[in-house]
């Protein structure tokens, strides 16, 4: 088993940044991917981005890399999610999840953090 912990949420201005994070522990060895989703009020799920701890190459959802930047710390056990001038539709709960490739699905999820942009 996996365990996720994401942190940073909360309540913002619009134009504010945002830092997230999420901790891993429990069986992590073997899931390279670590990944951020959000899902907005009445929407679907929307992957943001993930990092591949293996060789470093990160990847990010449509629209999602010129606002929001994935990083991971030097341990590999805990992802970070910059988020620059937050607007209203960034409002959604921000879940992390891990899988240990890029075939896989995803398998483990976090309970996520909830981002509330006010205008």
């Known amino acids: 088993q996996v365990q996720l912990v994401e942190s940073g949420g909360g309540l913002v201005q619009a134009g504010d940044a945002l830092r997230l994070s999420c901790a891993a522990s429990g069986r992590t060895s073997g899931q390279w991917f670590m990944g951020w989703f959000r899902r907005a009020p009445g929407k679907e799920r929307e992957f943001i981005a993930s990092?591949?701890?293996?060789?470093?190459?990160?990847a990010y959802g449509r629209f999602m890399k010129n606002r929001f930047t994935i990083t991971g710390d030097d341990a590999r056990n805990t992802i970070h999610l910059q988020i620059h001038n937050l607007k209203p539709e960034d409002t959604a709960i921000y879940y992390c999840?891990?899988?240990?490739?890029?075939?896989?699905?995803?398998?483990?999820w976090g309970q996520g953090t909830q981002v509330t942009v006010s205008s």
């Open positions: 999840a891990v899988r240990p490739d890029s075939s896989s699905s995803y398998d483990y």
């Open positions: 990092l591949n701890w293996m060789t470093g190459n990160t």
